[in-house]
């Protein structure tokens, strides 16, 4: 055989063998190792007749190393092992939230300990739906989270989620990337009053130790701001954060709002069961306060934005704390309201909400010559030395499902994958056969 024929002949056969070794349903099988079988401890392989578990957890947050849902594919029945900590944000979803199937059947044990539930269900039950391919018999369901609404009915800090799960049993053998999210540089303000005290509202990183580099969250974040003033050559002074309302737009009067602190530094908003929302104590500076808020969006609010409108105020830092003038927690275990500082006595009023002058939200603003400012208000009587109304926004706050973290293609995608690299195969084998036949035509 002449070198030109032997050349061609030999890119034939050698597409030939990827196109064997690369097939849809390998793809498939990669996906299932990575999501299914590995988390079980059974990695599969085309010699393997046993059945295999495929998991779609592309509604989920896949930022957690764990993976927070395994499957047990069993000769009768399936076992599903979910993890409390759903979508990787360190927040437990509860357990009678989750169930299994259109069914909707409820979890068969929980472990405490290891915050996960299980669910054990026959191949047939709870709503499961069978498909018959010429490779397999394939069980599907689906496990859901659909959270109960608690607290304030207007916001929702986590969304429902439906995790797909299939188990393959093969009829004859074993056949078996993240998402963009949008980013901006956040919006933090700062605004002069005429006493030269710069009060300022930054998103912070998780450790606090920088300012956030992007405004986007997901339900199930934390919001972590931190408000400060600059009070130049002025005597020391104390920052309290009077009041803070969320809104859908910048016009702090505008319909939806949302107060997560109000009646003069209490946080409200941690007074819910489904958050955990606090003040962060010690302070870092008494110019200087800090709190974090569990990420929530307005009901039925397609655009996800929101804006938070905080007052601020200061006080001589030789002033002892007041009713007027604090910062305080509602501490879940002892059901009490807890000061940063200050005795307390000062966060009583919390729980009545009757702490004189509370602000429910601010009034309407005229802008200063800051151009991201707001104006200041009316300085109030002793001890309070100045305050102002500082925006922070737009923050866009999405759903799991409006924008996956991460997770696996779908089986449909591995599908078209598979199509594609198939075509691609036989097109490079046809050129291939195209030079070996011209060699043949030509010879040297």
Known sequence: MRPTSSLGFALFCCLLEMGAAYSSWGFLRGETELWGAQSLGQPHTFSQPSPWAWV????????????????GCQEAQVVVTVHRDLFGTGRLVRAADLSLGTAACP???????????????GLHECGSTLRVTPEALIYSTSLNYSPARAGN????????????????????????????????????STL????????????????WSTERASAVFQLGDVLRVQAGVSAGGHAPLRLFVD?????????GGSSPHYAFIDFNGCMVDGRLDDATSTFISPRPRLDVLQFAVDTFKFAGDSSSL????CHLKVSPASQAPDPQHKACSFHKPSGL???????????????????????????????????????????AQDPTVGEADVMLGPLLVHSHQQHPAGGVPSAGAGRYVGLA???????LAALGALAACRARSYPI
Request: proline share 9%; aromatic share 4%.
């Open 56 to 71: 779609d957890v592309s509604q989920l947050q896949a930022a957690s190393p764990l993976h927070p849902v395994s499957v």
């Open 107 to 121: 979890a068969m044990a929980q472990n405490a300990a290891e915050n996960v539930v299980t669910f054990v269900a």
């Open 153 to 188: 009915p207007i916001i929702i800090r986590t969304s429902p989620a439906a995790v797909p799960i299939e188990c393959h049993y093969p009829r004859r053998n074993n056949v078996s990337s993240h998402a963009v999210q949008p980013t901006w540089a956040p919006f933090h």
């Open 192 to 207: 002069s009053s005429e006493q030269k005290l710069l009060f300022s509202l930054r998103l912070m990183s998780d450790d």
């Open 243 to 251: 009041s803070c309302v969320a809104t859908s737009s910048p016009h």
């Open 306 to 309: 929101l804006y938070i409108t």
């Open 337 to 379: 309201w807890a000061p940063v500082e200050g005795m307390r006595a000062v966060c009583s009023c919390c729980e009545t909400q009757s702490c004189g002058t509370a602000r429910h939200s601010p009034q309407p603003l005229v802008p200063t010559h800051g151009r991201r400012g707001r104006s200041r208000r009316e300085l």
């Open 421 to 427: 690299a198939g075509l691609a195969v036989l097109l």
